[in-house]
């Protein structure tokens, strides 16, 4: 937030209950009263030639491996081991966000936060949303707005 207020970029941030056993974004978007299509999951991987790099997508999607290689410019992507997450981004499974990572790393937006007048995103930590419009958002981390889900 220290990094959107310094950018002088408008934002709301909403806090909800933590819930251990289902820390999934359908979770966190019925918990925030909003469409889970608007809350965003960061997820992390790993390409085979160009190394990591993180995509944010809405929490109802699946991540089209395929499309995201594309884009990406590498034959093929994974999605890191749970292990990595931490040490690599300074993040947990449930709080990770585009935004304060350990290291800047190419980041992609699914094309569809262009679609609303704002999105939700991890703060940084489990419980806490960032709400945004999604273009700017993905204009201030330099992130592309692109396909990522699968059909």
Known sequence: MRLLDTAGLS??????????SD????????????????VFKTLVLSGERNGY????????????????????GDK????IPM????PLTGYIRGGCSPLGMKKKFPTFIDETAMLFDE???SAGERGTQIIMNGEQLASFIGAPLVDL???
């Open 11 to 20: 934002y709301r941030t909403a806090s909800y209950e933590v819930d251990e």
């Open 149 to 151: 889900c699968a059909s």
């Open 53 to 72: 790099l993180v995509c944010c997508i809405p929490s109802n999607c699946e991540l089209d491996l395929k499309k995201v290689a594309k884009v990406a």
């Open 76 to 79: 093929r992507v994974e999605m």
């Open 119 to 121: 999105i939700a995103i």
């Open 83 to 86: 292990k990595q997450l931490l």
């Open 23 to 38: 820390l999934g974004g359908a979770h966190v978007a019925a918990v925030l009263g909003q469409p889970p299509e608007q």
